[in-house]
């Protein structure tokens, strides 16, 4: 089982950025794949998840309206389209399955740091 994150980067606040996992080794429809961050000298928190069986989404209250995930489930894909970003949402992004929401399961992959300045 590999959960990989890419795309982040150094955006201006205000930016953008779409970060993707790719998936592999496990029955991919099965399960609820979501993203968490990490900013340094804070917990790892939950950010949004999807079902892939059906498309329904969750987001972390702070993320509603500017955070967009979104699944290519033929490709194993996940992906998080972040927008308006801020100072605060600087972090290393994870992307793991989850059994609900903010309860991920499984090692995690190598993240992918997303550094918005100011």
């Known amino acids: 089982v590999q959960l990989q994150a890419s795309g982040g980067g150094l955006v201006q606040t205000g930016g953008s950025l779409r970060l993707s996992c790719t998936a592999s080794g496990f029955s991919f429809d099965d399960y609820t794949i979501g993203w968490f961050r990490q900013a340094p000298g804070k917990e790892r928190e939950a950010v949004s998840c999807i079902h892939i069986s059906d498309g329904d989404t969750y987001y972390r209250k702070a993320m509603k309206g500017r955070f967009t995930i979104s699944s290519d489930n033929a490709k194993g894909m996940v992906y998080l389209q972040m927008n308006s970003l801020k100072p605060e949402d600087t972090a290393v992004y994870y992307c793991?399955?989850?059994?609900?929401?903010?309860?991920?399961?499984?090692?995690w992959g190598q993240g992918t740091l997303v550094t918005v300045s100011s």
């Open positions: 793991n399955r989850l059994t609900t929401w903010g309860n991920p399961f499984g090692s």
